[in-house]
C-alpha cells in the first residue's frame, strides 16, 4: 500500500534530497566544532552557521544576519523569549490559540506572578485585533502569538496586531511563525515583529532539531539568556557574552542539522515561499471542496476557506473517535494523520473540540494533487466502515 | 619591509563577528584571511581576520556602524 503522509503540520516529509546530501557533506569533509577552534574545518562549520543566519535573515527581511539566534527549535526559542523577558509584576498578552509552546511557559509565569491575558478567539479562531488592543495595559511587557494555528491552520492578522504593539512603547511583539515559515511570506518589517521563533523541519524543509530567533537589535538587553556557557567567544572572561548572537547559544550546536537546514531554506527560497503557498493552498482547497460535497457528515473547525489557513484541516466525523478514524486511514489507505489534541487545549476549547480533539490532515510540497481527493474519499468511506 | 606591506589583524566579539566582516570586506574588495587569534594580541580561542596594513583605513570604513564592536591591531 502506497504511503499518503498527511503530516506535514508535524514535521514535513520527505525532505528535498539537497537535504540529506548537505548532511552527508557536512559529517564527511568538515565535521568540526564550529567557532571554537580557528583551524580551517572549524571556519567551515562556522560558515555553515553563518550561512543558515543569512539564508533565514534574507527570507524574512532580516537585516543583520547576526541577530538571527541558532536554537535546536521553536519552543527553544520562544521559551528563551519569555522566561528570559517576563518578571513578576510584568503582564503579558496572547491568544486562545497557542500551542504549548507558548501556553506552558507562560502558564509557569503566571505561577510565579507574571500577570497574563489570554485573549478569546472566534469559533473559527480569528483573533479580533481590537480584542487584544482592550488588552494591553501600562505594563505589558510582551504580546506573543501564533502566525498560524497548528490546529485548524487559521491565519492571524498579525501584521495589525504588529501595528497595534508598535505604537505602545516598550512592548515587543513575538510571533510563533512554526507552521508558518516557509510556508506564508513574512517580513519582520513591514509587519513590526520584534522577536520571530521557526522551526527548521517543517516548511523550512530541514531536519528535527533546528531552528532560530531573530531578536531585534537591541532586545537582547531585555532578555536574559536561557542557557549559559561556552561559546567559543570571549573564553578568557567567565561571564556570560551579552551581544547577539552569542549571548543565546551557548554549547556546541547543531552544525549538522543546520547544514541540512541550509538546504532546505534553498530549496524554499528556488521556488519562492509564493509558489509554495500557491501550490499548498490549491491541494487545501481540493480537500475542503470534495470533503464538503462528499461527505455531509464531516465537521470542518476553523475557517474552511484555503485563502484563511495554511495547508492544515481539522475534522470530526460524527459518530467516529479521532483516534478510530486515524487508525482507519492508515490501515486502509496508508494515509499518516494526527487525532486528537495537538498540543493546543485552549484552541480546542475555543473550538468546541475540548476534550475529544479533531483529526488533521495537513499538507505538505511533496503531496501530489491526487492526494487530496484520495483524502476526502477516504473520510467519506469512513462510515461505510 | 614598508609599513603598507605589514599586516594588521582585526579582531572581532566571536567567530560570527568575523564572518559577516569577511563577508562585508570581500563584497567591498578588501582582501583579507581567517586564522586563529595570535596568541600575543588575546588569549581568546576565536578567529581574526588578516588584512593588508595599508587597507586598514579602508576595512574600518567598510565596518564602522556595521558591526557593534571591532578592534584592528598592527602584528
Ligand atoms: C504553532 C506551533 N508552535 C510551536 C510548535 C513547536 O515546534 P517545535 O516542536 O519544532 O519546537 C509547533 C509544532 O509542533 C506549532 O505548531
Known amino acids: 500500500m502506497k504511503m499518503i503522509y498527511l503530516d506535514n503540520a508535524a514535521t514535513s516529509f520527505p525532505k528535498p534530497p539537497a537535504m540529506m546530501e548537505e548532511m552527508n557533506a557536512f559529517q564527511r569533509e568538515i565535521g568540526a566544532n564550529p567557532g571554537r577552534s580557528g583551524h580551517g574545518r572549524s571556519i567551515d562549520a562556522g560558515r555553515v552557521l553563518y550561512e543558515a543566519r543569512e539564508a533565514l535573515a534574507a527570507l524574512f527581511n532580516i537585516d543583520d544576519p547576526l541577530s538571527v539566534v541558532l536554537t535546536k527549535n521553536s519552543t527553544e526559542a520562544l521559551n528563551i523569549v519569555l522566561l528570559g523577558a517576563l518578571a513578576p509584576g510584568d503582564h503579558v498578552v496572547t491568544t486562545s490559540m497557542e500551542h504549548n509552546s507558548v501556553m506552558r511557559p507562560l502558564r509557569y509565569l503566571a505561577s510565579r506572578g507574571v500577570c497574563l491575558s489570554v485573549i478569546g478567539c472566534s469559533p473559527q479562531g480569528e483573533l479580533d485585533p481590537a480584542d487584544l488592543q482592550k488588552a494591553l495595559r501600562k505594563n505589558t511587557k510582551v504580546v506573543v502569538m501564533t502566525h498560524a494555528s497548528n490546529v485548524t491552520g487559521t491565519i492571524q492578522p498579525v501584521a495589525e496586531v504588529g501595528r497595534i ?25 513591514q509587519m513590526n515583529i520584534d522577536l520571530l521563533a521557526v522551526t527548521g523541519h517543517k516548511s523550512l524543509y530541514g531536519p528535527q532539531g533546528t531552528g532560530a530567533l531573530f531578536i531585534r537589535k537591541g532586545l537582547e538587553k531585555k532578555i536574559a539568556p536561557l542557557m549559559m556557557g561556552g561559546t567559543g567567544s570571549r573564553s578568557e572572561f567567565e561571564i556570560q557574552p551579552d551581544f547577539l548572537p552569542d549571548k543565546y547559544e551557548s554549547g556546541t550546536p547543531n552544525a549538522l542539522g543546520f547544514a541540512g537546514l541550509c538546504a532546505g531554506l534553498k530549496f524554499i527560497a528556488g521556488h519562492s515561499i509564493a509558489a509554495v503557498r500557491e501550490k499548498e493552498k490549491q491541494i487545501t482547497a481540493a480537500f475542503l471542496k470534495r470533503l464538503y460535497d462528499g461527505c455531509p457528515e464531516a465537521t470542518v473547525y476553523g475557517p474552511a476557506d484555503a485563502d484563511r489557513q495554511t495547508a492544515v484541516v481539522s475534522f470530526t466525523v460524527r459518530g467516529v473517535t479521532p483516534s478510530d478514524a486515524a487508525l482507519h486511514f492508515e ?33 505538505g510540497f511533496f503531496n501530489a494533487p491526487g492526494d487530496a481527493a484520495m483524502a476526502a474519499d477516504a473520510v467519506r468511506d469512513l462510515l461505510k466502515g | 619591509m614598508a609599513a603598507s606591506e605589514t599586516p594588521a589583524v582585526i579582531l572581532f566579539e566571536s567567530v560570527s563577528h568575523a564572518l559577516h566582516a569577511e563577508k562585508l570586506l570581500k563584497a567591498a574588495g578588501v582582501k583579507c584571511k581567517l586564522i586563529p587569534v595570535p596568541r600575543h594580541l588575546s588569549s581568546d580561542c576565536g578567529v581574526c581576520l588578516r588584512i593588508d596594513g595599508a587597507d586598514r583605513d579602508r576595512a574600518a570604513g567598510v565596518l564602522t556602524d556595521r558591526l557593534d564592536y571591532f578592534d584592528i591591531a598592527l602584528l
Open chain 1, 165 to 189: 504593539v508598535r505604537e505602545r512603547e516598550g512592548v515587543m511583539f513575538c510571533v510563533d511563525a512554526a507552521q508558518t515559515a516557509g510556508a506564508l511570506p513574512i517580513d519582520v518589517e
Open chain 1, 331 to 363: 490501515e486502509k489507505y496508508g494515509i499518516l494523520c494526527r487525532p486528537g489534541l495537538h498540543c493546543a487545549p485552549s484552541a480546542h476549547r475555543t473550538l468546541g473540540t475540548f476534550p475529544q480533539g479533531t483529526v488533521r490532515f495537513s499538507f
